[in-house]
């Protein structure tokens, strides 16, 4: 008899529930101990998936139990303390738990009519946030997959209002014959602002870019002049060196001149909950659209972006949708301020962050990070490597002098190590080791233990004749 299908419910839910749990727990329980990245033999398991679809139904049981057994082994360990790379927190355990509850409760969190939970906890989520980083209350907040649909939002935001401004209607008469907007950028842009500006039909080779300086902050000097066609993109908290532009004095210039300021603060926003981060992002409450990811520096679980902007009616205008067999209710809908219209209540994971930590538990988690990247930035120098960036926030660039290439074969060997894991750059003309610390689980003993990964990998770089002795470790 086949097992799913009417009465199999909640019996077979129940059971899968409790086994997802138990192995969830187990891996939780294990991942601080085991390998960062899978080695060759715990990808093995993970081979057998790629087997015919089963023609019959099946027990889900089974589906779960070869899921944990040949899939939890072939993770990267992004949930421990020693995982490096791209700018990515682990998982809070609130956030953690509250992404299992709501997957139980699969809420379309489209407007107050589908998911009355979803849509409360979201605004909550979105007061919270927008008085932890110190941001007007009345800015619309949406939660999108992270923050390259977040950029995109407040960019078809802005594209709605520098266009509604000049008298065309950009969601009616779309792009066509529209008066012409300029986008000024700065150099040192992240790659998905790109991606989110072609998605709005806005060519990257007619953007002009601003020049920056060695930490990667836009010249606020070198800025073109601006008139009320222009949309101007900063940022908060760069890939490589963590510094943020200066967005105060450019979004002065900005307002003076009628131009739109959109921020990028992907991780580097988070600075702006912290008492002791905050003047690094000096009058950046003056720009009109927000950018942060709440997968990256809150460590919510993936995925989840954030996009805010100042003025709800441009948002709206760009986002609304309407439909008959939707009820709309009093609550402005989540739907007409993101481009998804069913979605997940992502907000949720989001308030669970917020309350479990409250506002002095993300301080500390962010300014905790910041002293481990400063506590990694010593003791790779120690090692002979020189630091490129100042180290102001959470960001390490490092190079070996005169031996830059061999950054490579280092990363690729605490890769395969399993002890750490951290990724190269190019930064300033230099290939370099990039450091990130995200995660609220990253300890002292962590950086301890990811700098001796890396004087072993010196060292069998040395032995091999490829880099000089490097020096020991205090
Ligand atoms: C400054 C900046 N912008 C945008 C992104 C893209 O974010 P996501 O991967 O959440 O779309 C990143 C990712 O690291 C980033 O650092």
Redesign the pocket.
Same mark, same amino acid.
């Given at each position: 008899m086949e097992k799913i299908g009417a009465g199999s419910f909640p019996k077979d839910s129940l059971e899968v529930l409790e086994d997802a749990s138990a192995y969830a727990a187990e891996y939780i329980a294990n991942v601080a101990h085991r390998r960062v990245s899978p080695d060759a033999a715990m990808m093995e398991g993970m081979q057998r998936f790629d087997s015919p679809m089963p023609e019959r139904v099946g027990d889900p049981r089974e589906t779960l139990r070869l899921l944990h057994k040949l899939g939890s082994p072939a993770t990267m360990a992004t949930t421990a303390g020693r995982f490096f790379g791209? !700018?990515?927190g682990g998982t809070l355990p609130a956030a953690m738990g509250a992404r299992v509850l709501s997957t139980a409760w699969d809420q379309i969190a489209l407007n107050e009519a589908t998911s009355p939970i979803g849509v409360q906890l979201e605004q909550v989520a979105s007061k919270w946030l927008l008085d932890i980083l110190q941001l007007p209350a009345e800015s619309s907040v949406g939660f999108t997959? %992270? !923050?390259?649909?977040?950029?995109f939002t407040c960019l078809a935001s802005a594209r709605q209002a520098v266009l509604n401004k000049l008298g065309w209607d950009v969601s009616a008469n779309g792009l066509f014959d529209a008066p012409h907007l300029r986008i000024v950028v700065s150099a040192q842009v992240?790659?998905?602002?790109l991606k989110a500006l072609k998605l709005l039909g806005i060519g990257v080779d007619r953007i002009e870019y601003i020049p920056c300086d060695l930490q990667g902050r836009a010249l606020a000097d070198r800025l073109p002049d601006l008139d009320d066609h222009t949309i101007v993109i900063l940022? !908060? %908290?760069?890939?490589n060196s963590g510094a943020s532009d200066p967005i105060g004095k450019i979004a002065e210039k900005c307002e003076r001149a009628g131009a739109w300021v959109h921020v $990028? %603060? !992907?991780?580097?926003l988070w600075a702006a909950a912290s008492p002791k981060l905050r003047h690094q992002l000096d009058g950046y409450h003056i720009a009109d659209s927000w950018?942060v990811?709440g997968?990256?520096w809150l460590n919510t679980p993936y $995925?989840c %972006?954030i996009a805010i902007v100042k003025s709800p009616n441009s948002l709206h205008a760009a986002m609304a949708t309407q439909a008959a067999y939707i009820k709309e209710g009093n609550a402005v809908a989540p739907k007409d301020i993101v481009p998804e219209f069913s979605r997940s209540a992502r907000g949720v994971e989001v308030w669970a962050a917020m309350h479990s930590l409250g506002k002095q538990g993300i301080a500390d988690m962010l300014d905790r990070c910041c002293h481990l990247a400063q506590k990694f930035a010593e003791g790779l120098e120690k090692l002979g490597f020189e630091i490129l960036n100042d180290v102001v926030l959470n960001q390490v660039v490092a190079t070996l002098p005169e031996q830059e290439n061999l950054c490579l074969d280092l990363a690729a060997h605490v890769q395969a190590s399993g002890e750490a894991w951290f990724g190269t750059t190019h930064w300033n003309g230099k290939t370099a080791i990039r450091l990130s610390i995200v995660s609220w689980v990253t300890t002292s003993e962590d950086v301890t233990q990811a700098l001796a990964a890396i004087e072993i990998g010196l060292d069998k770089l040395a032995m091999r004749g490829a880099v000089r002795a490097s020096c020991s470790l205090d």
């Open positions: 791209l !700018a990515v997959t %992270g !923050a390259t649909m977040a950029n992240h790659v998905t602002v940022q !908060a %908290g760069n890939i $990028d %603060g !992907a991780f580097g950018v990811d997968h990256k $995925d %972006g």
